[in-house]
């Protein structure tokens, strides 16, 4: 567990962060050593939820384990757990990123780049002695006999409001006014057939905010400053992997 102070202000913020992949890790072994052969996994979801409320910003990981049954239909199973906590009157982007946010970062960064879960046996197949390990058949083992028992895609969602959207993308205060999506502007989506705009993507975010940093874009021009103020905070989820937030979709704020 990382742990540590950052001053905000006038406002000491204690924090700490759990190790996503310790965490996915010890639940995973623990249920393929109670299932055994009966544990099955053909995808595994990987959510990230950062909220705030009750004088804490938090960050919760929703596991999901999706297998596919001999009919073709998916069933889900889902697992909640708590990963991180910054004690804040208010969360935004620099108390973020001077707090739990580097360490999210980096985690989400490897398991992009490793892509599955594994789950490993002894040399004698006992189950009672699994354990996980975050990467493919030929992750680092224990010992160089190991079996590898099943090997797990896994994909990385974000989820929260638009305004954790906002922060998260590099358009904190903007999510009112520009679409976390798209570049379309808030009197232009409120049409009855608004005309489509360039998806945004982590990539082109990221040169964006290059561009207003560097001048060639005018921060002082709406259309170009398009609601960026910094790059995005997380670069290993696209942005098509953020789930909608239904509910302010459909009261029009987004």
Known sequence: VDMGMFKYGSEKIHWMYKEIRSILSLFLTILVCER????????????????????????????VICSQLETGVWQEEQRTFSVANAKCKKDNSEIIK???????????????????????????????TAYTVIGGADAIRREADHLCFLTVPVELWM????LWFATALGKEGFAGWWCCYCQMFRPDW?????????????????HHAN??????????????????????????????NYANPTVHFSSGRS
């Open 159 to 162: 989820s929260g409001d638009i």
């Open 211 to 240: 561009q207003l940093e560097n001048g060639m874009l005018d921060v002082n021009k709406t259309n170009e400053k398009k609601g960026g103020k910094e790059k995005p905070m997380f670069e290993a989820i696209d942005t098509d």
């Open 98 to 128: 001077s707090t739990y946010g580097p360490q999210l970062n980096e985690e989400l960064k490897a398991l992009k780049a490793l892509g599955c879960i594994s789950i490993i046996l002894p040399s004698d197949g006992s189950f009672e």
């Open 190 to 206: 409120q049409d009855e057939d608004p005309e489509a705009t360039e998806p945004w993507t982590i990539e082109r975010l990221t």
């Open 36 to 63: 055994k052969n009966d544990f099955k996994a053909d995808h595994i979801d990987i959510s990230i939820c950062v909220d705030h409320g009750k004088g804490h910003s938090c960050i919760t990981t929703i596991l």
